[in-house]
């Protein structure tokens, strides 16, 4: 099973920024926080990854609370095209930890 | 500096045949990982593979289903005598490093989605 719980939906007006929300309160020490996203019909696109510090890059930020137990990836400026299925993965640990676990994810709308 | 790239996109089987998807990884990529998505489900993971090497293939059936990576080519999942329930989505993904010890993160090519009449 997931170690994540993350809303089912959410929507978002373009141009805004997006704040997807992921529960992981199980996380151990060494395990990494991971987002992916998927577009319809496509594989999934790696988007950013954290330890414990937040991180950022072109696509995205992560912010990851102090206890490591939620984090929060943000979509600065949300376009169209980042309506998608958004996972986060909780990865690390253990001698298996390139199995990824997927959940259920959360499907992002963004509206014009 | 294509990405992982997997084919055919598409492919239609009828129940018994034989089914073989493809998946190169990126350049220098030596890490390759399978798994099957059905409709509105995530991902699962069926094998990891190294060059010329099954390093785990816990989440793959035991019976019809074989991966390999050679040393020379793609990747190949083969499916034999396939049926109904082997329809879905199956994506490849890579990685530079060694899944276990890295954090690297994988990357996943578009994927071939099969259909079983």
């Known amino acids: 099973d997931a170690k994540t719980t993350q809303p089912p939906s959410m929507d978002c007006a373009e141009g805004r920024a997006a704040n997807l929300p992921c529960n992981h309160s199980?996380?151990?020490?060494?395990?990494?926080v991971y987002w992916y996203r998927q577009i319809h019909s496509q594989g999934p696109q790696y988007i950013i990854h954290g330890l414990k510090n937040n991180e950022t890059n072109e696509m995205a930020s992560l912010i990851i609370t102090e206890d490591r137990k939620s984090s929060t990836l943000i979509l600065p400026h949300a376009t169209l095209r980042d309506t998608a299925v958004y996972y986060c993965?909780?990865?690390?640990?253990?001698?298996?930890?390139?199995?990824?676990?997927w959940g259920a994810g959360t499907k992002l709308i963004i509206k014009p | 500096n294509a990405g992982v790239m997997q084919n055919p996109r598409h492919l239609v089987r009828r129940r018994g045949q034989e089914a073989r998807l493809r998946c190169s990884p990126m350049?220098?990529?030596?890490?390759v990982y399978w798994y099957r998505q059905l409709p509105e489900e995530g991902l699962k993971f069926m094998v990891y593979?190294?060059?010329?090497?099954?390093?785990?293939e816990s989440g793959m059936p035991k019976e019809r289903f074989s991966a390999e990576f050679p040393k020379e080519g793609p990747s190949i999942l083969r499916i034999q005598q396939v049926v109904r329930g082997d329809s879905a989505a199956y994506f490849c993904?890579?990685?530079?490093?060694?899944?276990?010890?890295?954090?690297?993160?994988?990357?996943f090519g578009d994927g071939t989605r099969l259909s079983i009449l």
């Open positions: 993965i909780v990865r690390g640990g253990s001698d298996s930890n390139y199995q990824l676990i």
């Open positions: 593979l190294q060059k010329e090497n099954i390093i785990d």
């Open positions: 993904a890579s990685s530079l490093l060694p899944g276990q010890t890295s954090n690297q993160p994988q990357h």
């Open positions: 199980t996380i151990s020490g060494n395990e990494y």
């Open positions: 350049k220098g990529h030596s890490h």
